[in-house]
């Protein structure tokens, strides 16, 4: 990957939708040299994919919380990644360094929902405890690659 693939990337991270034309006249290139480069990214598994930015209000999920999950014994990414993704209110999941085995991003339509989710999370029967912090405001996200 050189410096043009990555100025072609941070378009497409600006705007996804993007034409080919667009995006070569940012980076200097006609729209089928663009293309080809896209191509040969996302062959190559650089380009992962395209995704829509949903307002989390679009959805009716005002409450949101991260919740740190701690199992007893150790636990395997598989495993953490089978018993979370079920779950459509959780719409992230890193396993961490420290303590907790794995942090959850929980976005819901309130906080009864929230405790129905970390409920649901400590039916795994290795869950030992898990522990929440509630998202009071968002300052401001970045736009973020997989």
């Known amino acids: 990957m050189d410096a043009v693939d990555r100025e072609i990337i941070g378009h497409l991270m600006r705007d996804g939708r993007a034409t080919f034309a667009e995006i070569g006249s940012g980076v200097g290139l006609s ?32 409450t949101e919380a991260y919740v740190e999950i701690y199992y007893d014994g150790n636990v395997s990414a598989t495993e953490l990644k089978r018993s979370l993704e079920p779950i459509p209110q959780v719409v992230g999941a890193w396993t961490v360094a420290g303590n907790p085995d794995a942090i959850v991003h929980v976005m819901a339509t309130n906080m009864a929902e929230i405790e129905q989710v970390v409920e649901r999370m400590r039916e795994h029967a290795r869950v030992e405890r898990t522990r929440s912090a509630i998202v009071m405001s968002r300052l401001f996200e970045r736009p973020r690659s997989r």
């Open 31 to 62: 729209a089928p040299a663009v293309k080809r480069r896209v191509d040969r990214m996302r062959a190559s598994g650089h380009i992962t994919g395209f995704t829509a930015l949903i307002d989390p209000a679009a959805l009716g999920w005002t």
